[in-house]
């Protein structure tokens, strides 16, 4: 008698074709309006493009795409998009084509206190990718 292990058909596909390289993936952060004032809504957009010649994959552990986090000038976390939020457990997998980009847009709907802030927006993909920038807000 035989004993043995069946997996799910697409779980070997998944975890052993080589990982598609990110090398022409380029990340921009727009911090919005360009120097806002205490308590004004603040938008934040991450843009994912394809810069390469052929099509990326983006692999996702679950159904989180990307994240934005605000620090203070003495590094404390101010506010954090996916604070509190819950995600599908699922693995997720997106594909740029050449040329093209995903964005996403988020608000800080009750603005900030004024000071400098350093903004990281993160792709979160299974080996996340970061970008940062400079945020000041004026009073």
């Known amino acids: 008698m035989r004993i043995g292990l069946a997996l799910p058909a697409f779980v070997p596909l998944a975890w052993l074709m080589a990982a598609p390289s990110t090398q022409d993936l380029r990340l921009a952060l727009s911090l919005g309006e360009a120097l806002p004032t205490a308590g004004t809504p603040i938008v934040l957009e ?47 997998r997106e594909r740029l084509d050449p040329g093209t980009s995903l964005r996403w847009v988020e608000r800080i709907e009750d603005g900030l206190p004024a000071g400098v802030y350093r903004v990281v927006a993160t792709l979160t993909t299974v080996e996340p990718h970061t970008i940062e920038g400079t945020l000041t807000v004026l009073q």
């Open 46 to 92: 991450l843009a994912a493009t394809n810069d390469g010649e052929a099509p990326l994959v983006l692999d996702f552990p679950d159904g989180q795409r990307y994240d934005f986090e605000v620090f203070s000038e003495d590094g404390a976390s101010v506010w954090r998009w996916a604070e509190g939020m819950f995600f599908t457990m699922m693995l997720g």
